[in-house]
Each structure stands twice: as C-alpha cells, then as structure tokens.
C-alpha cells in the first residue's frame, strides 16, 4: 500500500510532536516532490523545514505527477500532486488529506484516504497515544476538529 501524505497532516503532526506515528502505523510514507518544498517553505514551522532538509528514512520523496488531474485544479500544487500521484496508484493508494476541497475532490474520484485526527485515533486504538491528549494539542496548534469527526473517530476506533 502506497501512503500519500498532504503537507497539512505532515505538518500538523510535526508541530503537535506526533510525527512518529506514521512509520508506526504506515512504515514508508511518500510525498510528492511539491509536498516536500511545501515542507521546506521559508514560511513552514522552523521545526518542519528542518525536518523536511533531512528527512527520515521511512520518508520517500517521488517527483511530481507530470500531469496533474484537471479536478485539482484549484487546489494547491501539494493537494493538486498528492491526489494526482494516488489516482495514478489508485489500486494501491491511501491519501492522508485533511482539507476540505482536497477531501471533497478525492472523495469524489473514490479515493481512499484518511485523515490527522484518523491516524490519531487508529494509534490511540494501538495504545501509542492517548487520544484525548493529542486533539488537545492540535486544537493548540490552531487545526480545527469539529466535535463531530472527532466523535465519529472515537466510535470507529473504540476509544
């Protein structure tokens, strides 16, 4: 399985210190080349562009798509990419995409994907984190969770 992650999950992950939950959950994750200078932008958190100059090794950075899907137009070149790149492993491909014209876009091209607050609650159900504790902290980094996904997370998970 193929793991795409968006530069919103990489970062709200790494500004929150749960970055390592994603080679525990997924192993390899790859982003696509503009994910990654996305990563790097001198307006990204000190800490991401950091970690973006010397990424993990469970980190695989693939050039762009030449061509990215016409429905991706209006998004950025980072979403417009990823969901691109998945489309062109669509068999083999899970997206981890928080945005909502990103979701709504690969939602419609029956992309399978996840989300921050999924990867939270699938460790939390692992027991490598507490979920409560975490949302807390990235409701301290400013992402936004509505009480909803969050209840619907914790009832797919058990938590």
Known sequence: MLIISDNSAVSALDETDLLHLLPALFGTIVLTESVSRECGHVRAPRAL??????????????????????????????????????????????LILDEKRGRRVAAALGLPMTGVVAVIGEAARRGLIDFDAAILKLSGVGFHVSDEVIAVVKSKHGL
Do not use: C, K
Request: aromatic share 6%.
């Open 49 to 94: 562009r950091e970690w973006i100059a010397d990424p993990p090794s469970w980190v695989r950075i693939v050039p762009d798509p030449p061509v990215t899907l016409p429905e991706t137009a209006n998004l950025g070149q980072g979403e417009a990419t990823s969901i691109s790149l998945a489309w062109e492993h669509r068999d083999e491909s899970r």
